[in-house]
């Protein structure tokens, strides 16, 4: 049976993710306990993303998608990976720890969309609701259900968006290869 992940437990796990960090800093690697959390409790495995904001704007973003690390685990591991490991950004440095909002998307498990032409697509893919998976031609891209609201895109630029993000032509979601996964997410932020 699945733990319930509610706002108690979502408190204490964005706690974990800072306190991973600030162990991080001290000692160069994710922990593998945590003085302010039970880490065991949260022993089930779950896909998970820490997305780091500064001032509003992404400062980094990394998870598991799948579920291969107990939770715990994997907000620990994630959270240290998108401060220090999220090429797209400089490690994050001690001074901007304190001006960071930290946000966690717990997921369930991607399915497959199921469809007959691609178009299906735009019919069966609700922003807001469905974080996207694409794989084609050897790449794959990740968008979290927030992405689409955050910019304002509607289920077209969402797919558009995939793509650009697995490096593929905006229209490769039509290609007859592509295959779609669709997932949710439970969201807690620090809210700053």
């Excluded at 998108?82 to 400089?90: G, K, L, T, V």
């Excluded at 966690?104 to 399915?111: A, E, F, M």
């Excluded at 592509?178 to 809210?191: L, P, Q, V």
Aim: proline residues 5%; aromatic residues 8%; hydrophobic residues 40%.
């Amino acid at each position: 049976m699945r733990m319930e992940i509610g706002e108690e437990e979502g408190r204490e796990l964005l706690g974990a993710a800072r306190e991973a960090i600030e162990y991080h800093f001290e000692f160069g690697e994710a922990p593998s306990s945590l003085k302010g959390v039970d880490l065991d409790k949260y022993s089930e495995p779950r896909g998970v993303f820490v997305t780091l904001k500064r001032n509003g704007q992404l400062r980094g973003c990394i998870g598991f998608p799948l579920p291969v690390f107990p939770l715990g685990i994997a907000v620990a591991k994630s959270a240290c990976a998108a401060a220090f490991e999220d090429y797209r950004f400089p490690s994050l440095t001690r001074g901007e720890l304190d001006e960071v909002e930290i946000e966690l998307s717990i997921l369930s498990v991607p399915g497959k969309v199921e469809v007959a032409s691609p178009e299906e697509y735009l019919q069966k893919i609700k922003v807001g609701r469905d974080g996207l998976i694409i794989r084609c031609m050897g790449q794959t891209g990740l968008l979290l259900p927030q992405v689409p609201v955050e910019l304002g895109w509607g289920v077209r630029e969402y797919l558009e968006g995939l793509c650009n993000k697995a490096g593929l032509q905006k229209d490769a979601w039509k290609e007859a290869g592509a295959e779609i996964e669709a997932f949710t997410a439970r969201i807690f932020s620090e809210g700053k």
